[in-house]
């Protein structure tokens, strides 16, 4: 792997790149969150600009604020609860996580930032020719899985096709109980809709902290443990598993912040009219 340096990205104005760690040097997650919540006060009182930390993290589930006791890991593995929105999900080698704390102008508008987020993460899957999108109803980037009627082709190409799939008739189906056809990380040779990066943020005193987590080429199978964002009926994806080919995180890092400089600096930080 391409060695990432530790440090700032400089920048004249505007947007700053500070790298928490990578690869050997992978962050824990409560000294990402302490830092975080250091440059957001910092950020608060205007004494540095907005920042976005950028660092792959330690395994670790960590669990938003809506999250319910039957999407945890069934074996009683620990869970971090953060103040977050969302719901649970999966941090470890293999993903770029980035923590943007950047301040909004009042009143603030949430949905606007997550949908920024969103469509730099959008532009960085399209250069590296995956095509991602968001669906309606559900935060983060997603790579579309077949139409309905599909599965004919999908059993051509040798997917994993399910005669009666009994997700469609219980609300409460748990894939963590029905075998690695229904794994989260089997999504993709499923066909079905897949989550490429997830989104979960928290504004506070018209700050905002937490961000987005891109899998660049994680070991999927850690998402399925849990029920990943509360969502039963979509898996998880990697930038390398969509590629089918390597891809590794010195790769994908200096193209992510392009965009996000792009999009963050570049918008108009207004709420959206009503």
Same mark, same amino acid.
């Given at each position: 792997?391409?060695?990432?340096?530790?440090?700032?990205?400089?920048?004249?104005?505007?947007?700053?790149?500070?790298?928490?760690? !990578?690869?050997?040097?992978?962050?824990?997650?409560?000294?990402?969150?302490?830092?975080?919540?250091?440059?957001?006060?910092?950020?608060?009182?205007?004494?540095?600009?907005?920042? *976005?930390?950028?660092?792959?993290?330690?395994?670790?589930?960590?669990? /938003?604020?809506?999250?319910?006791?039957?999407?945890?890991?069934?074996?009683?593995?620990?869970? $971090?609860?953060?103040?977050? /929105? /969302?719901?649970?999900?999966?941090?470890?080698?293999?993903?770029? &996580? /980035?923590?943007?704390?950047?301040?909004?102008?009042?009143?603030?508008?949430?949905?606007?930032?997550?949908?920024?987020?969103?469509?730099?993460?959008?532009?960085? *899957?399209?250069? #590296?020719?995956?095509?991602?999108?968001?669906?309606?109803?559900?935060?983060? &980037?997603?790579?579309?899985? +077949?139409?309905?009627?599909?599965?004919?082709?999908?059993?051509?190409? %040798?997917?994993?096709?399910?005669? !009666?799939?009994?997700?469609?008739? +219980?609300?409460? #189906?748990?894939?963590?109980?029905?075998?690695?056809?229904?794994?989260?990380?089997?999504?993709?040779?499923?066909?079905?809709?897949?989550?490429?990066?997830?989104?979960?943020?928290?504004?506070?005193? %018209?700050?905002?902290? =937490?961000? #987005?987590?891109?899998?660049?080429?994680?070991?999927?199978?850690? #998402?399925?443990?849990?029920?990943? *964002?509360?969502?039963?009926?979509?898996? $998880?994806?990697?930038?390398?598993?969509?590629?089918?080919?390597?891809?590794?995180?010195?790769?994908?890092?200096?193209?992510?912040?392009? =965009?996000?400089?792009?999009?963050?600096?570049?918008?108009?930080?207004?709420?959206?009219? &009503?």
């Amino acid at each position: 792997m391409t060695a990432i340096s530790r440090g700032e990205t400089p920048a004249p104005e505007g947007l700053r790149f500070v790298h928490l760690g !990578f690869g050997a040097d992978a962050v824990e997650y409560e000294s990402a969150w302490q830092e975080q919540r250091r440059v957001h006060a910092a950020r608060f009182a205007d004494e540095v600009p907005d920042i *976005c930390l950028l660092l792959e993290h330690q395994a670790v589930y960590t669990a /938003g604020r809506r999250t319910s006791a039957d999407e945890r890991p069934l074996d009683g593995t620990p869970v $971090v609860d953060v103040d977050r /929105g /969302g719901k649970i999900t999966w941090h470890g080698p293999g993903q770029l &996580v /980035g923590y943007p704390i950047q301040k909004l102008p009042r009143p603030v508008d949430v949905v606007a930032h997550v949908r920024r987020l969103e469509e730099a993460l959008i532009r960085v *899957c399209a250069e #590296f020719g995956v095509d991602a999108t968001r669906v309606e109803g559900r935060s983060g &980037v997603w790579v579309l899985g +077949d139409a309905i009627g599909a599965a004919e082709e999908r059993a051509a190409l %040798g997917g994993l096709q399910l005669d !009666f799939d009994p997700r469609t008739g +219980d609300e409460l #189906f748990d894939p963590r109980l029905n075998g690695p056809e229904y794994a989260p990380s089997n999504a993709g040779q499923r066909r079905e809709d897949r989550k490429l990066a997830a989104i979960g943020i928290r504004v506070a005193k %018209g700050v905002t902290m =937490h961000g #987005f987590a891109l899998n660049v080429n994680p070991d999927n199978t850690s #998402f399925d443990k849990i029920v990943p *964002c509360g969502i039963r009926d979509a898996g $998880v994806a990697s930038l390398a598993g969509e590629l089918g080919r390597e891809i590794t995180i010195a790769e994908v890092l200096p193209v992510v912040e392009k =965009h996000l400089r792009d999009v963050l600096e570049n918008a108009e930080l207004l709420p959206r009219a &009503v």
